[in-house]
């Protein structure tokens, strides 16, 4: 099991930044390429980005692409996602999630073995 816990949310406004941070313990870490999603009520759950277990190569999704940053500290078991130049469209509870090394990089939520509960980011205009 691996147990994760997000946690950086809150509310922004429109051009600002945050730092998402998810800290995870249980098995090794390192084990474990890492994702960030998000999902607003009623909408399936959307890929924002993700990290190989090394942390040399990432992923992300074209509607963040150049305004997202996902990096990992396999030394204190922690992955983050800076978000910068927030729209009102990046509104969603943002979910950090963990997927066995063996299968790479994914965009595929169900890839993805285990789910934090989430930490909710909101952009006003």
């Known amino acids: 099991q691996v147990q994760l816990v997000e946690s950086g949310g809150g509310l922004v406004q429109a051009g600002g930044s945050l730092k998402l941070s998810c800290a995870a313990s249980?098995?090794?870490?390192?084990?474990?390429?890492m994702g960030w999603f998000r999902q607003a009520p009623g909408k399936e759950r959307e890929f924002v980005a993700a990290?190989?277990?090394?942390?040399?190569?990432?992923y992300y999704a074209d509607s963040v692409k150049g305004r997202a940053t996902i990096s990992r500290d396999n030394t204190k078991n922690t992955v983050y996602l800076q978000m910068n130049g927030l729209k009102p469209e990046d509104t969603d509870v943002y979910y950090c999630?963990?997927?066995?090394?063996?299968?790479?990089?994914?965009?595929?939520?169900?890839?993805?073995?285990?789910w934090g509960q989430g930490t909710r980011v909101c952009v006003s205009s």
């Open positions: 990290i190989s277990s090394s942390g040399r190569n990432t």
């Open positions: 999630a963990a997927a066995p090394s063996s299968y790479g990089l994914t965009y595929r939520a169900s890839t993805y073995a285990y």
């Open positions: 249980g098995r090794t870490f390192s084990n474990y390429a």
